[in-house]
Protein backbone atom coordinates (compact mmCIF):
# COMPACT_ATOMS: atom_id res chain seq x y z
CA UNK A 1 0.00 0.00 0.00
CA UNK A 2 1.15 3.61 -0.41
CA UNK A 3 3.05 5.51 2.53
CA UNK A 4 4.13 8.80 2.66
CA UNK A 5 6.70 9.13 5.33
CA UNK A 6 8.97 12.27 6.97
CA UNK A 7 12.85 11.58 7.31
CA UNK A 8 12.81 13.51 10.84
CA UNK A 9 9.91 14.40 12.87
CA UNK A 10 12.04 17.40 14.42
CA UNK A 11 14.41 20.26 12.35
CA UNK A 12 15.92 23.21 14.33
CA UNK A 13 16.97 25.63 12.11
CA UNK A 14 18.83 28.92 12.62
CA UNK A 15 17.00 32.31 11.29
CA UNK A 16 18.19 32.83 7.83
CA UNK A 17 19.20 29.30 6.98
CA UNK A 18 17.93 27.57 4.14
CA UNK A 19 15.51 24.71 5.53
CA UNK A 20 15.28 21.01 4.04
CA UNK A 21 12.45 18.65 4.81
CA UNK A 22 12.45 15.34 2.90
CA UNK A 23 10.28 12.53 2.32
CA UNK A 24 9.39 9.50 0.90
CA UNK A 25 6.15 7.63 -1.17
CA UNK A 26 6.26 4.62 -1.98
CA UNK A 27 3.89 3.97 -4.86
CA UNK A 28 5.33 4.64 -7.60
CA UNK A 29 2.35 5.52 -9.30
CA UNK A 30 1.53 8.38 -7.45
CA UNK A 31 1.60 11.70 -9.64
CA UNK A 32 0.77 14.76 -7.33
CA UNK A 33 2.32 15.66 -4.18
CA UNK A 34 1.44 18.19 -2.06
CA UNK A 35 3.38 20.14 1.08
CA UNK A 36 1.08 21.20 4.05
CA UNK A 37 2.32 24.26 6.38
CA UNK A 38 0.50 23.47 9.99
CA UNK A 39 0.97 25.77 12.95
CA UNK A 40 -0.01 25.35 16.10
CA UNK A 41 -3.96 25.30 17.10
CA UNK A 42 -4.54 25.38 13.17
CA UNK A 43 -5.43 23.46 9.75
CA UNK A 44 -2.80 22.54 7.34
CA UNK A 45 -2.23 24.80 4.88
CA UNK A 46 -1.47 24.72 1.82
CA UNK A 47 1.68 25.72 0.13
CA UNK A 48 3.28 24.19 -3.11
CA UNK A 49 2.28 20.87 -4.95
CA UNK A 50 4.00 19.17 -8.36
CA UNK A 51 3.00 16.32 -10.89
CA UNK A 52 5.12 13.78 -11.64
CA UNK A 53 6.11 15.34 -15.06
CA UNK A 54 7.95 17.61 -13.53
CA UNK A 55 11.33 17.52 -11.48
CA UNK A 56 11.15 20.93 -9.46
CA UNK A 57 8.72 23.63 -8.59
CA UNK A 58 9.41 26.69 -7.36
CA UNK A 59 7.29 29.23 -5.25
CA UNK A 60 7.86 32.53 -3.15
CA UNK A 61 11.02 31.43 -0.96
CA UNK A 62 9.43 27.34 -1.31
CA UNK A 63 11.22 25.21 -3.83
CA UNK A 64 9.92 21.32 -3.93
CA UNK A 65 12.21 18.83 -6.28
CA UNK A 66 10.90 15.72 -7.07
CA UNK A 67 13.03 12.61 -7.36
CA UNK A 68 10.87 9.66 -8.92
CA UNK A 69 14.04 7.33 -9.71
CA UNK A 70 14.22 7.48 -5.85
CA UNK A 71 10.08 8.45 -4.84
CA UNK A 72 11.66 11.29 -2.87
CA UNK A 73 10.49 14.45 -2.80
CA UNK A 74 11.57 17.57 -0.59
CA UNK A 75 10.98 21.05 0.54
CA UNK A 76 13.23 23.38 1.03
CA UNK A 77 12.84 26.71 2.46
CA UNK A 78 15.04 29.99 1.51
CA UNK A 79 16.12 32.54 4.11
CA UNK A 80 13.98 30.38 7.08
CA UNK A 81 12.30 33.03 8.91
CA UNK A 82 10.28 32.98 12.39
CA UNK A 83 7.22 32.65 10.87
CA UNK A 84 8.05 29.34 9.02
CA UNK A 85 8.29 27.41 12.43
CA UNK A 86 5.66 24.80 12.06
CA UNK A 87 4.77 20.98 11.26
CA UNK A 88 5.24 20.16 7.41
CA UNK A 89 3.32 17.31 5.76
CA UNK A 90 4.23 15.84 2.38
CA UNK A 91 0.96 14.32 1.01
CA UNK A 92 0.70 12.13 -2.44
CA UNK A 93 -1.91 10.50 -3.88
CA UNK A 94 -2.29 6.59 -3.74
CA UNK A 95 -3.49 3.94 -6.07
CA UNK A 96 -6.80 4.29 -4.47
CA UNK A 97 -6.94 7.81 -6.04
CA UNK A 98 -7.08 9.46 -1.91
CA UNK A 99 -4.32 11.58 -0.06
CA UNK A 100 -2.08 10.08 2.31
CA UNK A 101 -0.61 12.35 4.29
CA UNK A 102 3.37 11.73 5.95
CA UNK A 103 3.66 11.86 9.57
CA UNK A 104 5.09 15.42 9.63
CA UNK A 105 8.31 17.40 10.58
CA UNK A 106 8.80 20.21 13.14
CA UNK A 107 10.87 23.00 12.13
CA UNK A 108 12.18 25.21 14.98
CA UNK A 109 14.02 28.06 14.16
CA UNK A 110 16.30 29.81 16.23
CA UNK A 111 16.54 33.34 16.44
CA UNK B 1 -9.25 32.21 -2.78
CA UNK B 2 -10.18 29.19 -0.96
CA UNK B 3 -12.29 29.38 2.51
CA UNK B 4 -13.19 26.44 4.09
CA UNK B 5 -14.63 27.08 7.33
CA UNK B 6 -15.88 24.93 10.22
CA UNK B 7 -18.38 25.91 13.16
CA UNK B 8 -16.33 25.73 16.13
CA UNK B 9 -12.80 25.87 17.00
CA UNK B 10 -13.40 24.74 20.27
CA UNK B 11 -15.69 21.69 21.57
CA UNK B 12 -16.33 20.10 24.89
CA UNK B 13 -18.89 17.59 24.99
CA UNK B 14 -19.54 14.65 27.48
CA UNK B 15 -19.63 11.19 26.65
CA UNK B 16 -22.84 9.73 25.46
CA UNK B 17 -23.93 13.22 23.61
CA UNK B 18 -24.62 13.48 19.86
CA UNK B 19 -21.46 16.09 18.54
CA UNK B 20 -22.11 17.90 14.97
CA UNK B 21 -19.75 19.74 13.36
CA UNK B 22 -20.18 21.42 10.43
CA UNK B 23 -18.30 22.77 7.68
CA UNK B 24 -18.99 24.77 4.38
CA UNK B 25 -16.61 25.47 2.05
CA UNK B 26 -17.07 29.09 -0.74
CA UNK B 27 -15.29 27.28 -4.04
CA UNK B 28 -18.01 24.83 -5.58
CA UNK B 29 -15.51 22.23 -4.62
CA UNK B 30 -17.39 18.83 -5.70
CA UNK B 31 -15.67 16.80 -3.12
CA UNK B 32 -15.50 17.45 1.29
CA UNK B 33 -13.44 15.55 3.44
CA UNK B 34 -13.06 14.92 7.21
CA UNK B 35 -9.90 13.76 8.98
CA UNK B 36 -9.23 13.61 12.24
CA UNK B 37 -5.46 14.62 13.68
CA UNK B 38 -4.10 12.78 16.43
CA UNK B 39 -0.49 13.10 17.71
CA UNK B 40 1.51 10.19 16.43
CA UNK B 41 -1.26 9.34 14.09
CA UNK B 42 -1.27 11.83 11.55
CA UNK B 43 -4.69 12.82 9.71
CA UNK B 44 -6.93 9.91 9.37
CA UNK B 45 -10.06 10.26 6.62
CA UNK B 46 -12.77 9.27 8.43
CA UNK B 47 -15.64 9.85 5.38
CA UNK B 48 -15.48 11.65 2.24
CA UNK B 49 -18.41 12.95 0.16
CA UNK B 50 -17.68 13.63 -3.81
CA UNK B 51 -21.04 15.00 -4.24
CA UNK B 52 -24.27 16.15 -2.77
CA UNK B 53 -26.07 13.09 -0.80
CA UNK B 54 -23.00 10.81 -2.05
CA UNK B 55 -20.51 10.18 0.93
CA UNK B 56 -18.25 7.25 1.44
CA UNK B 57 -16.40 5.58 4.52
CA UNK B 58 -12.74 6.71 4.91
CA UNK B 59 -10.12 4.36 7.18
CA UNK B 60 -11.86 5.25 10.27
CA UNK B 61 -15.71 5.43 10.17
CA UNK B 62 -16.47 3.71 13.10
CA UNK B 63 -18.65 5.67 15.20
CA UNK B 64 -18.67 9.02 12.71
CA UNK B 65 -21.65 10.02 10.11
CA UNK B 66 -22.11 12.15 7.81
CA UNK B 67 -24.56 13.98 6.00
CA UNK B 68 -24.10 16.16 2.74
CA UNK B 69 -27.50 17.98 2.01
CA UNK B 70 -25.80 20.76 0.34
CA UNK B 71 -22.88 21.00 -2.19
CA UNK B 72 -21.04 23.95 0.06
CA UNK B 73 -21.70 21.86 3.47
CA UNK B 74 -20.27 18.37 4.43
CA UNK B 75 -21.31 17.88 8.87
CA UNK B 76 -19.29 15.50 11.09
CA UNK B 77 -21.83 13.30 13.23
CA UNK B 78 -20.83 11.89 16.71
CA UNK B 79 -23.76 9.76 17.01
CA UNK B 80 -22.87 9.07 20.73
CA UNK B 81 -19.44 10.44 21.75
CA UNK B 82 -16.94 8.59 23.23
CA UNK B 83 -13.39 9.83 24.90
CA UNK B 84 -11.41 8.09 22.55
CA UNK B 85 -13.03 10.96 20.07
CA UNK B 86 -11.20 13.36 21.88
CA UNK B 87 -8.85 15.25 18.97
CA UNK B 88 -8.83 18.01 16.67
CA UNK B 89 -11.11 17.28 13.50
CA UNK B 90 -9.92 18.91 10.47
CA UNK B 91 -12.18 19.43 7.44
CA UNK B 92 -11.33 19.51 3.56
CA UNK B 93 -12.52 20.43 0.20
CA UNK B 94 -10.88 20.28 -3.40
CA UNK B 95 -12.12 20.37 -6.76
CA UNK B 96 -11.43 17.22 -8.42
CA UNK B 97 -10.64 14.22 -6.91
CA UNK B 98 -11.29 10.31 -6.09
CA UNK B 99 -13.49 9.88 -8.81
CA UNK B 100 -12.68 12.76 -11.03
CA UNK B 101 -10.80 10.02 -13.57
CA UNK B 102 -8.52 13.18 -14.06
CA UNK B 103 -6.42 12.48 -11.42
CA UNK B 104 -5.87 14.61 -8.31
CA UNK B 105 -6.48 17.88 -7.17
CA UNK B 106 -4.86 19.94 -3.96
CA UNK B 107 -6.89 19.35 -0.43
CA UNK B 108 -7.74 22.89 1.14
CA UNK B 109 -8.14 23.04 4.92
CA UNK B 110 -10.36 24.51 7.59
CA UNK B 111 -9.15 25.84 10.66
CA UNK B 112 -10.05 22.38 12.57
CA UNK B 113 -12.22 21.76 15.90
CA UNK B 114 -10.58 20.46 18.82
CA UNK B 115 -13.04 18.31 20.46
CA UNK B 116 -12.88 17.01 24.41
CA UNK B 117 -15.01 14.39 25.26
CA UNK B 118 -15.25 14.13 29.00
Given at each position: GESVGLHLPTLSVQEGDNSIINCAYSNSASDYFIWYKQESGKGPQF????????????????????????????????????????????????????????????????? | DVKVTQSSRYLVKRTGEKVFLECVQDMDHENMFWYRQDPGLGLRL???????????????????????????????????????????????????GPTSGSGSDTQYFGPGTRLTVL
Open positions: IIDIRSNMDKRQGQRVTVLLNKTVKHLSLQIAATQPGDSAVYFCAGYNAGNMLTFGGGTRLMVKP | IYFSYDVKMKEKGDIPEGYSVSREKKERFSLILESASTNQTSMYLCASSFS
